[in-house]
């Protein structure tokens, strides 16, 4: 199975912050991974795929990057809206596997 | 609107089965895969099983944690996906949530449900 690893697990951060999230595959992924948002008690939401394509809907503020192994999720500049758990996932397989998650918190 | 709604959650024994449904609408049921995905109590997001779509067989596949208990199953003539869990465990405690995706390039489409929560507690 293709494990994914992300980094850091949780970050600190204030309103108008430029935040980067690191995950990295075991293995090539080409270009099929995907990023979510998920807030406390909510589905996980579609931010980004095909590692820099961003969702209909989506902020401009948001943006992937990477292809291989190694992909980064950064937000310009952080809103309030934006504390929540982020997530990696590779679909680049049929046994999708995720990042354990980063938690964007407040400063 | 695309919706998908899981249901069939509750509360139940180790060594015990349960049913869970995903009802999709607002979208053509038939041209999606369907996930499975899970996620403990505090913790990350798992993944479950998957099912192709019926034009590609149907084909399955699971983690390894549930493969020989957990069968996923579909009616698309009623917009319906299924996730039979037989011998549950504790470990299975979970909120469930069932994903319908689609690649049609450039798009990527990924629905999905708000999960419905299963306990597996003596």
Known sequence: DIQMTQSPSTLSASVGDRVTITCRASQSISSWLAWYQQKPGKAPKLLIYKASTLETGVPSRFSGSGSGTQFTLTISSLQPDDFATYYCQQYNSYSR??????????? | EVRLVESGGGLVQPGQSLSLSCTGSGFTFGDFAINWFRQAPGRGLEWVGFMRREV????TDYAASVKGRFTISRDDSKSIV???????????????????YRIVAPYFFDYWGQGTLVTVSS
């Open chain 1, 97 to 107: 596997t995720f990042g354990q998650g980063t938690k964007v918190e407040v400063k």
């Open chain 2, 82 to 100: 299924y996730l039979q869990m037989n011998s549950l465990k504790t470990e299975d405690t979970a909120m469930y949530y069932c994903s319908a």
């Open chain 2, 56 to 59: 590609f067989g149907g084909a």
